[in-house]
Every structure is written in structure tokens, then in C-alpha cells.
């Protein structure tokens, strides 16, 4: 299915908040209130999210929009890597989450994966920086890049988080059903090569 009507409406609002940002002039301010509407509209044409809810959920931010950002952690175990069960889909996923204000990389990896894992960490390497809409994950309204770093435990042990619900290594091959708005088994394929291959470059889209 097409998704040419998404990548419209986002662009639409990110133009419009800019717009909003930096403009002084009171109709200037109108005409990029009036486009951001009709970004809102174009969601809901193709959605089933009430007008409220996408206003809250998409145009909301202020400033100067831009990519947000996804970390997730690979932490690997006698050739298996460490996986989170999802309440929110009952779906597996790489321990991780939208980074933090005031937290680097490296440190909210090794927040994320203690909350959902019960493991700690240390970050060893940054793997790759993906752009979400280059991999096969669902539509979403907003630009996300998704970064991966991976991590050795160093201590703690296998516990539930608020949203998790089970913990488990998992062999290549034998992935479990995946919260394919997270990870995708490509990526997760990408994560065991560098496994395999300790000297591998990070890679990036």
C-alpha cells in the first residue's frame, strides 16, 4: 500500500512548524496554523484516530522539527541475543526506547535495558544508524532513526519491567514473533553478522 499521502502530511507539518517557530508575522502565523490543520486532515482521511488524538499525537511539538530518536541494545549470550516481550503488542522486541533529554546514547541504552531486561550493562560499540523509513517497519507520522549499540552484561539478573513482560535470549533463526514497530528480523540478522564478525564497521543509511 502506498504511503505517499504519510510522507505529505509529514512534510506539511514539519514545514508548518517551522513556519510556526520563526515566523513574526501575524498572517504568516495564520497560513502555517492553516497548513499544519490540514496535515491533521490528511490523517484522519487515511486513519481511524479521532482529530484530537492526532493533533496530540502529531502536532504538538514546537521549534524546529527533526528526526526523533531510537535506541535499541544488543546483548548477545552464548551466541544468543537478549529480547524483551512487549505488553503493549505481545510481540518481541531488542531491550531499548526513545532517548531521554539529558541522557547520551550509551546512557540510555544502559537505562533501557535495566528497566526492561533486569540486566546491567556496558556499551562496547555502536553498530549502525538505520532510518526508519528505509527498513520494512509500518507507517508512522513521525521521521524516526533508529540506533544500535551494542552491550555486555555485567551484572543483575532476568527481570519483567512495567512494559515487559517476559525476558529470553533467542538463537538466529529462531526469532520470536517481533513488535516489527521496534525491530525487524533484517535488523536483527544485521546484529548477529557484527556477533560474528567482532571487526565489522558500523553501518548507516
Keep these: 500500500m502506498s ?4 510522507e505529505w502530511a509529514q512534510r ?18 495564520e497560513r502555517f496554523e492553516e497548513l499544519r490543520d490540514i496535515s491533521v486532515e490528511i490523517l484522519k482521511e487515511h486513519t481511524e484516530l479521532e ?14 522539527q ?12 552464548d551466541g544468543k541475543i537478549l529480547m524483551v516481550h512487549e505488553k503493549i503488542d505481545d510481540c518481541w522486541s531488542l531491550p531499548g526506547g526513545f532517548c531521554d533529554i539529558g541522557l547520551s546514547p550509551a546512557e540510555n541504552i544502559v537505562k533501557e535495558i535495566k528497566e526492561e ?12 544508524v538505520l532510518d526508519m523509513k528505509k527498513h520494512p517497519h509500518p507507517p508512522h507520522a513521525f521521521h524516526y532513526y533508529k540506533i544500535f549499540i551494542q552491550c555486555e552484561i555485567v551484572g543483575g539478573n532476568a527481570a519483567n519491567g512495567v512494559e515487559t513482560q517476559d ?39
Excluded at 484530537?52 to 524546529?64: R, S
Excluded at 527533526?66 to 549470550?77: H, M, N, Q, Y
Excluded at 540486566?119 to 553498530?127: D, E, S, T
Design 12 to 29: 506539511i507539518q514539519s514545514l508548518s512548524q517551522a513556519g510556526l517557530a520563526y515566523s513574526k508575522n501575524v498572517y504568516d502565523l
Design 3 to 6: 504511503t505517499k499521502w504519510l
Design 117 to 128: 531486561s533486569g540486566f546491567n550493562v556496558v556499551p562496547v560499540k555502536l553498530l549502525a
Design 51 to 64: 482529530m484530537e488524538k492526532i493533533k496530540d499525537l502529531f502536532a504538538n511539538d514546537t521549534g524546529y
Design 66 to 77: 527533526t528526526p526523533k530518536l531510537d535506541i535499541r541494545g544488543a546483548v548477545f549470550k
Design 167 to 205: 525476558v529470553e535470549f533467542f538463537e538466529e533463526g529462531k526469532l520470536p514473533p517481533l513488535s516489527i514497530n521496534r525491530n525487524t528480523e533484517s535488523q536483527i540478522q544485521l546484529l548477529f553478522d557484527f556477533w560474528r564478525d567482532p571487526g565489522k564497521v558500523a553501518v548507516f543509511d
